[in-house]
């Protein structure tokens, strides 16, 4: 059956165009116009990917997406008219996997979306054991990361940047390496890579494990290590 995306925007013409192009590409579609509707369809139709504008009426995207991620991993690329990188950052750290920024092409919205759907379906790239880093235990073969047994809700980002650093304990990575790692299909900033990063120290150390991933200065980022 072919992947189910829910477009959560309040503009019915974009929102027919956006569920058009997405229909035309094979995908099977939800919509819902604001955020009260988007949480309701997402919990009675489970979908695999989440288009969220920010803007919308009553509850913002962004509230949306803190519920989503409190929820589940499921792929949220956010769609904003809000052209300030640090509005973009906030997304990110709350969760969201990617963003489009309008005006936009339906075409890059929908190449964004086969391949944030292409990297959470993708089989780990590295087999082997399980990496263990402390307390930290990442398995690339069953896709999980858990501190003292207890499971990280990881985003597939933040679950690839983390497992990527983790083949190599102690290496420090430039934020260039991770972003092309974990995110290869998107032309997001570097500046991303930190704030996913970011989602996933303050994960770690909610479970137990503080201290383990490093900002390294002028590099970028190793886990463990001294």
């Known amino acids: 059956m072919s992947a189910l995306i829910l477009i959560v925007e309040d503009e019915p013409q974009l929102a027919e165009v956006l569920e058009a192009y997405a229909r035309q590409d094979g995908y099977r579609t939800e919509r819902a116009a604001d955020g009260h509707g988007a949480l309701v369809a997402f919990r009675a139709a489970g979908p695999d990917l989440i288009l969220l504008d920010v803007m919308l009426p009553g509850r913002s995207g962004l509230e949306v997406l803190k519920t989503v991620r409190a929820e589940s991993a499921t792929p949220v690329i956010l769609v904003t008219a809000r052209a300030e990188e640090s509005d973009q950052i906030v997304g990110l750290e709350l969760g969201a996997d990617d963003y489009v920024v309008k005006p936009f092409r339906p075409r890059e919205v929908m190449a964004r979306v086969r391949a944030v759907l292409r990297r959470a379906a993708q089989a780990p790239d590295m087999a082997g054991r399980p990496k263990r880093i402390g307390p930290l235990e990442v398995d690339r073969l069953a896709?999980?990361?858990r501190v003292a047994g207890q499971a990280l809700a990881l985003t597939p980002a933040e679950f690839r940047l983390l497992s990527h650093l983790a083949e190599t304990p102690g290496r420090a990575f430039t934020r260039e390496e991770l972003l092309s790692a974990?995110?290869?299909?998107?032309?997001a900033l570097e500046r991303v890579v930190d704030a996913h990063l970011a989602s996933v120290r303050r994960k770690l150390e909610a479970a137990g494990a503080p201290g383990l991933l490093h900002t390294v200065r002028g590099v970028g980022?190793?886990?463990g290590g001294v």
């Open 221 to 223: 980022y190793r886990l």
């Open 143 to 145: 896709v999980t990361a």
């Open 182 to 187: 974990a995110l290869p299909e998107s032309d």
